[in-house]
């Protein structure tokens, strides 16, 4: 195996060779590569010279992300591509992104952002409970993103496979290595803001790992405009708000909420609607065997204001976590 080896003659499920039928001489798998929409990158385009796009894994509002080889390692690697829906188009039978004219102040300041926030997560690596960042680069008028990729499924369909819902003590045994890896996070001042069963990935080996840091943000602690993001169920009051005060407080909540879903097979009332009349129920109530003790650590972190909440995830771990006494119902 080779770097030298043209894009056109790689297995793109094994990084193997492909002979002249282009059936692969490892595998035995035939190479068969499929159309893709023009606003994706399209499978054997090779990104900063060592890249090889395989195909896409999925597209949020933010960004792009990819199956790629590594062709110096020959290992598999995820790619976010910066790529805004609505603010972006992609250049005919190009891999440039075009900036739309009316969009085009707002789209590269988040340019600036994605790569300014790529740096940050650079730093804090070998954090256990979130995916960790290889690389990051511009080309092709946008930026991109390198992260270990994750063989596995996400927690959204994990509780789905185990009945809908998850003993207490799992879903604390899921999510520790989730917050404890954001305290550092939230530290070099960077939130993650779209926290919810859908990031979190459990690998086939066992690893808990948060991913999509795309809708992340600097934290707004000069009242600044912030843009809106947010998950249904999962996003606090002040994610509606472009104004809204976001901070670790803001991933709090939506720690809690995941936590919520995953103990109860059922997502909190959305939280601009509790604004007007709160008919969260606690989980003891959905019949949840949660000790007291937790379940007010956890319906805390829900608070629908951010003043009533835990401000740092530190301060939810350490009430969440502390040992119970065990109630009249057994419960911890």
Known sequence: MTVSRTNKNVCLFCFGDLDKKRVCLSCGRRAEDEPTPAHRLPPRLLLNGKYLIVRTLGEGGFGITYLAWDAVCGEKVAIKEYFPTGFVTRAPRSADVLYRKENRTAASRGLKRF???????????GLSGIVSVLDYFCENETAYIVMEYLDGISLKKYV?????????????????????????????????????????????????????????????????????????????????????????????????????????????????????????????????????SRENALMKALSVYKKNRYETVKQFAAALYRKPRADSAGNQ
């Open 115 to 125: 790569t300014a926030e790529a740096r940050i997560l650079a730093e804090v690596q």
């Open 160 to 292: 789905a496979k185990k009945g809908g819902r998850l003993p207490v003590s799992d879903v604390l045994g899921i999510m520790r290595p989730i917050m404890d890896s954001l305290i550092p996070v939230h530290e070099k001042g960077l939130i993650h803001r779209d926290i919810s069963p859908d990031n979190i990935i459990i690998t086939k080996n066992g690893k808990v790992k948060l991913i999509d840091f795309g809708a992340a943000k600097q934290t707004n602690i000069e009242g600044k405009s912030l843009s809106i993001v947010l998950k249904q169920g999962f996003a606090p009051e002040e994610q509606y708000r472009t104004h809204g005060e976001q901070g670790p407080w803001t991933d709090v909540y939506a720690l809690a909420a995941t936590i919520y879903y995953c103990i109860t097979g059922q997502m909190p009332p959305e939280s601009i609607q509790r604004l007007v009349k709160d008919t969260i129920m606690r989980p003891s109530e959905l019949g949840v065997k949660i000790a007291t």
